[in-house]
């Protein structure tokens, strides 16, 4: 296969194959592959700017019954350690979050069998009454489905009832990788493939701005990987005129310490720095029809996330002032206000801090 002509592809914005993809993730060297990838950002986002958000990651409970063998932060409804966060603690951690100018909630949780709509429901509108100008970027496909599995209702009526309670977008939890194999070994009492990716669907016909994600280096196999973003991209492709979709993709890889899959398995995290870079870089590539990709700092560190730059993203996420999930499986990595901002101007850029539109935030 001729690698010319795909990288003359690639830069006409056009959609490349699996097998198109392949070649050029397992043939171009990393540099030509980071330069291709670097131009494609150029394209999206001409400059030097590189994007950045002050937000909160506020664990609803930690009651689940997916029970996801890559993650050690869940406990079994019965279990003497399950919490669910209170009013009092979110005003706590609002107010700590409003002191250093942020004002938006990531919101997500366990799976848990007691909580239904009503209950988001209401508190979704306490949140807002107390604190009218917060953002809430909150639950992930896999609550949606739970919840209309619970309901008796479809993703659209309880994505309806969501946003009138004040959802302002939906985060891409609970991807992991998009291969229905994968899923019924890692986390079986999760949703589908499908089902993630029809609440995606409705979820833009509806007009919410969403999120992709992927956790890779596991049992996955690189096809599964590259699939997993064509799947991506067919949805995004059959957006809505008007609106945004997914308006990033943000991969990281699996943290391994003290799951399951590492104590039952012997599965380790086995994504190398050159790995994860190529992955940015391929993500570009293959997604040319999602503007912002976002470099795991929390998950692979300051020096391979600004290499990242120069590889196709265009995003170094949140502070993330409070990470519960990855944090216990070994991501260990930490920014403050200053640090992240420096770390974007050490590695060539300028630092413009965003909200969840990828908006400039003046708050």
């Known amino acids: 296969m001729n690698l010319d002509l795909l990288i003359s592809k690639a830069l006409r914005l056009e959609f490349l194959d699996i097998k198109q993809a392949l070649e050029l993730h397992d043939h171009l060297p990393l540099g030509e592959l980071m330069y291709l990838a670097n131009e494609l950002r150029k394209i999206h986002h001409p400059g030097k700017t590189v994007t950045w958000i002050i937000d909160r990651n506020v664990n609803i409970t930690n009651a689940c019954i997916s029970g996801c063998k890559f993650c050690n932060f869940y406990r079994p409804v019965s279990n003497k350690q399950v919490y669910i966060t209170t009013r009092e603690e979110y005003a706590s951690k609002i107010e700590e979050m409003k002191c250093i100018g942020g004002n938006q909630l990531l919101l997500q949780g366990g799976l848990h069998p007691k909580l239904g709509i009503s209950w988001y429901v209401d508190l979704f509108r306490y949140l807002k009454e107390q604190y009218p100008g917060l953002r809430l970027h909150a639950l992930g496909p896999p609550e949606i489905v739970h919840l209309s599995k619970m309901e008796s209702i479809g993703y659209t009526e309880v994505l309806k009832r969501l946003m009138e309670a004040g959802l302002n977008s939906l985060p891409g939890a609970g991807a992991e990788i998009l291969s229905d194999r994968v899923r019924k070994i890692l986390s079986p009492g999760k949703c589908t493939v499908k089902e993630w990716l029809d609440v995606m669907k409705t979820a833009h016909i509806l007009g919410l701005t969403t999120s992709a994600t992927m956790m890779f280096g596991h049992i996955e196999t690189l096809e599964e990987r590259l699939i997993h973003l064509v799947k991506i991209r067919e949805v995004q492709a059959r957006k809505p005129p008007g609106s945004k979709g997914f308006i990033s993709f943000i991969p990281w890889p699996f943290q391994d310490k003290n799951t399951a899959l590492l104590k039952k398995s012997g599965i380790r995290n086995r994504v190398t720095p050159e790995q994860y870079i190529r992955m940015i870089a391929i993500s570009r590539i293959l997604l040319p ?68 539109e990828f908006e400039r935030d003046v708050s």
């Open 289 to 356: 029809n999602i503007s912002n990709i976002q470099a795991s700092w929390l998950t692979v560190g300051k020096e391979t996330a600004q290499l990242c730059l120069y590889a196709g993203a265009n995003d170094f996420g949140s502070i993330m002032i409070e990470e519960n999930v990855v944090s216990v499986a070994g991501a260990t990595h930490k920014f403050d206000i200053d640090g992240i901002q420096l770390a974007i101007r050490e590695a060539g850029f300028e630092p413009l801090r965003r909200n969840q």
